[in-house]
Structures are given as C-alpha cells and as structure tokens.
C-alpha cells in the first residue's frame, strides 16, 4: 500500500519505518525542507534503540522516504496517518492545534485528486475527536463526499526506549474505523499482524489508548503508596510485588515501586482526561489521585536527604539519571526534575548526569552536568539514582564509599545493589526497602 505518514516525532518515524519494513511504500511528510534532507541523509532526530537502523533499511529499500510535497503524496497516498503532538495545555487541556493543522492540510491535499483515500488518527486524541474534528475538517476543505474518504483512529501503543520492538511485535491492534472503506484498508494493512485485533469505532479506540494509560499509571501509583506503606513497616516490597505478580488478574507488570512516572505520555493522558471529565462535572477520584501521589513521590527522596544532612543548603547533591526512563535522551515530566527543583529551592549545589538526557534536562532545570557518574559523585554529600541506566546499577560499591564526601545513596528506581553498598560502608535507603531506617 502507499502510506503517508504526517508528523516525524518518535510515533510518526517509528510507524513510517515499520510500514516500510513491511514492503509498504512510505512517505514522511513534514514542511521544513531541512528536516525532510536529515531524514533522506538516514539521520535520526531522536535517540530510540534500533530506529536508525530501521530508517537506515527502510532508505536503502527504497520503500521509506522524506518528502516534503504534502498535496502530491497524499493524493497518490491509499492512507495517511496522523502522528503529531497532542500537548498540554497549561491547564492540563489538551492541545489539538497540531491535529488540526494536519487535518487542514490533508483535506487541502485531496481537493485537488479523487482518489479514494483514508485519513487515520494515531495521534492521542480525546474520544470524538476523530468524528468531530479531523473528519469534518479533511470534508470541508477537500471538498470531497464522505463516500470518497475513510476515516479511522488507530492508537499507537509504543514504548519509548522500546518502541522498534513495540511496533514490530504489537501485542495488539485496535481499529476504529468510521466506516467500510478505513476498516477494509487497515485490515488488509494489518493482514499478517500475528496479535489480536480489536475492531470498534473511533470513539471506542480513542477511549481504549487512554484508559490503557491512565490504567498503568494509576497502577504505578498504588504501586508506589503501597510501597511507601511497606517502607515504614519493615517489609521488602520487592517480594510484596511478586507475591502480588503471580495473581494473572494483577500480572508482574508495572508494579516497580519509585520515584514516579514522568514522559511524553501517562501526565499528559491523565491530565487531558481528567480535565475532559471535569469540563462535564463527571468525578474522576482516581485520576486526581494518580496525579497527587506522582506530583508527592519524588519529593520523598527530598525529605530523606534532609533527614540525613539536615538543611540542604550548600550540600552537594549529586542526581544519577535525568531522563524520565533509562533508554532515551526523553525529560519530559522527568521526576529528576522534580526533585532538582525542590533541591535548588534548598540551597543545595545539584550536580546531574546522564547518558543520553543531559542537554535536554539542562533546557528544563539549571543543574550542573559531570560528565560520568563518578565525576558527579566527586565529594558529594547524597547521591539519589533517579534513572535506573544499567551503567549506574552496575557502579561498584567502592565509588559510593571512595569518591563521595558523605556516602549517602538514596534510590529512587531501587536498581542498586543494598547488601553491596552497606557492606561498603553507605548509607543506603531505597523506595519500598523496608528496613531502611
Ligand atoms: C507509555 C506507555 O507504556 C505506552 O504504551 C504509550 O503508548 C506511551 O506511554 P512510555 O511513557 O514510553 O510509554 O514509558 P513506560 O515504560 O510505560 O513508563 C512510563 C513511566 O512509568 C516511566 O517514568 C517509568 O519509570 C514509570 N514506571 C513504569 C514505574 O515507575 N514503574 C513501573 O513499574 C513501570
């Protein structure tokens, strides 16, 4: 099939690559001529585990391309996916410009062909929006009849740090066509998928994206209240987890207890719906209280450090990880910064580092970066792992005890090795150890 894609994030080039791995042939449209040249050169604009490899095949094949001529892809297009941002607003709304800029410009797209065509929405988008917003949209300024354009909303479930593997091996698919034509074209684009796939209309699909994210992160909320209850009474929420994990109704996933969720996603989700459901007076006690224990979670790590030293002030502090998750370069709600704005606001002098997320977090919160873990950890008074990277779990024990001036560890993904580092001699306290004190 010919496939435009529209919007080149992290959902737009992962969906392109994959398509075209699948011998479809794929455009990446986006406006800025630079971008598209980057794209044709095999660059990739973000860090994601295997998706240069994957553009890199998809050009090489011929199957994958940028382009930036909107209105002559589109026509020649059998569908176009919708993959742009759907930020916050400041009031926790969700933004919808992006949306309707690219609905704007696939309707200008297919006034000028009759080709029936497909628009499908994989953006994150609020239920209704599809039949309410794109469709009218594309209609009115294609000028097209509705029995010449198809109209679907297929969400994406994809990972960052794992999103190749998530849109290579779904584990399911979920159609909301509008009608005859979209369901027949994303069933036959969807023919080998060795998953199951759920078919319903735009609505549905749009709900079932963002139940799915506000489910998992309310589930890493009572996760977290859970484990801050075993904490104070002495047990090891570790085994509290896999005692809870081998019940298949609950599953083993998603129940790591620590500093709390951040990324381009679960805040963003559960802020936009929990505005929506506001705005018609339908109580949402859970979503508000997802959010409550999230915004809490990180500062915890804060309350210890002053346990342990007292005022913060002047006190180095150094931070081990600043992206939201280990595998990308995303800081996005990064709960690090959650917790190097209330170290800032201390006094504290709060040194941070990070694989991949360093000048992004720096853009968000004004740290200073070391160049390696155990430069930051260079005479420090507390060091709080906020990102579990492999490289950081695997620091021996001696770097705490030797380097740092206190050694003093808080862990807030509970990734380090305790029996280790208090054999070294530090003062180790993690999120769910029971214990600790
Ligand atoms: C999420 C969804 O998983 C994905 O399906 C969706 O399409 C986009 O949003 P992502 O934000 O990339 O993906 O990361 P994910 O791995 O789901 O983790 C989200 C956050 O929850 C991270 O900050 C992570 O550290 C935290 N988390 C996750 C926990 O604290 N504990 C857990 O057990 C799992």
């Known amino acids: 099939m010919r496939i435009t894609v529209m919007g080149t994030g992290y959902v737009g080039l992962v969906t392109g690559a994959t398509f075209a791995a699948a011998g479809h042939d794929v455009a990446c449209l986006d ?8 794209l044709n050169a095999g660059e990739c604009p973000i860090f994601e585990p295997g998706l240069p490899e994957l553009l890199k095949a998809g050009l090489a094949s011929e199957k994958l391309r940028g382009s930036g001529e909107m209105a002559s892809e589109i026509t020649e297009a059998d569908l176009t996916f919708i993959c742009v941002g759907t930020p916050s607003r400041n009031d926790g709304s969700i933004d919808l410009a992006q949306v309707e800029s690219a609905a704007a410009a696939i309707g200008d797209a297919l006034a000028s062909g009759e080709r029936k065509h497909v628009v499908v929405v ?16 594309v209609l009115e300024r294609s000028g097209r009849d509705r029995a010449s354009v198809g109209f679907a909303m297929n969400p994406e479930f994809l990972r960052e740090g794992s999103a190749v593997a998530d849109a290579l091996q779904p584990d399911r698919i979920v159609i909301g066509a509008a009608d005859g034509l979209a369901r027949a074209r994303l069933r036959l684009l969807y023919a080998g ?21 506000a489910f998992l992160a309310a589930k890493v909320s009572y996760t977290n209240e859970v484990a801050n209850l075993c904490e104070a009474w002495g047990i090891d929420f570790a085994t509290v987890a896999e005692g809870m994990g081998l019940d298949d109704r609950i599953s083993p996933r998603f129940l790591r207890a620590g500093a709390g969720f951040g990324g381009s996603c679960f805040p963003k989700d559960v802020k936009a719906l929990r505005t929506a459901a506001a705005a018609e007076k339908l109580p949402v006690a859970m979503l508000d209280a997802t ?17 342990a030293l007292g005022s913060l002030k002047g006190k180095r502090i150094a931070l081990l990880g600043l992206a939201f ?27 941070g580092c990070d694989p991949q997320a360093a000048a992004n977090f720096t853009a968000l919160c004004d740290i200073k970066i070391a160049a390696s873990a155990e430069a930051a950890l260079d ?30 560890v808080l862990d807030g993904r509970r990734a380090l090795d305790a029996k280790a580092l208090r054999n070294a001699g530090v003062e180790y306290r993690a999120i769910g150890l029971g214990g600790n004190k």
């Open 122 to 137: 994989k953006s994150t988008v609020l239920p209704r929006t599809t039949e309410d917003l794109v469709l009218p949209r």
């Open 291 to 307: 959010l409550v224990v999230n915004e809490s979670q990180p500062l915890l790590l804060v309350a210890w450090a002053r346990d």
């Open 325 to 351: 998750k280990p595998d990308t370069d995303d800081v996005r709600e990064a709960r690090a910064a959650v917790v190097a704005r209330a170290l800032l606001d201390a006094d504290a002098s709060v040194v």
């Open 379 to 408: 005479g420090a008074d507390c060091a709080i792992l906020m990102t579990e990277w492999p490289e950081y779990a695997a620091l021996p024990p001696a770097v705490f005890a030797e380097r740092m001036a206190r050694p003093l």
């Open 31 to 38: 406006i800025l001529p630079e971008r598209v040249a980057a």
């Open 193 to 213: 998928a060795e998953c199951p796939v759920l078919e319903c209309d735009p609505r549905t699909a749009e709900m079932v994206k963002y139940a799915s994210n």
